[in-house]
């Protein structure tokens, strides 16, 4: 499982019974998934470039970093961004 392109993926693994973790990883990233419930919202469609902003921003995210997408206006950088956070919450 070292192919890099399963390593990219936003993959969950659940914890141990006792300590009832659930850890989101990408690539080196390791997150704790907080349980934060965002109501029944649809979800955005992946694209080759959703993905890849998914893993720069949670490789910035694993860097204590901060993330700003640029570009132009309408080409969903916002919703990418609100779906990466439904995705970690």
């Not at 990219?8 to 934060?36: D, M, T």
């Amino acid at each position: 499982m070292h192919s890099f392109e399963w390593q990219k993926q936003l993959r969950y693994y659940v914890g141990s019974f006792e300590a009832q973790s659930v850890v989101i990883r990408q690539v080196k990233c390791n997150f704790l998934y907080q349980y934060e419930y965002f109501g029944n919202q649809t979800r955005l469609v992946q694209t080759a470039l959703t993905d890849l902003v998914f893993l720069t921003m949670t490789q910035s995210l694993h860097f204590f970093y901060g993330g700003s997408p640029q570009g132009p206006a309408g080409t969903g950088k916002t919703e990418t961004i609100k779906d990466l956070a439904k995705a970690l919450g």
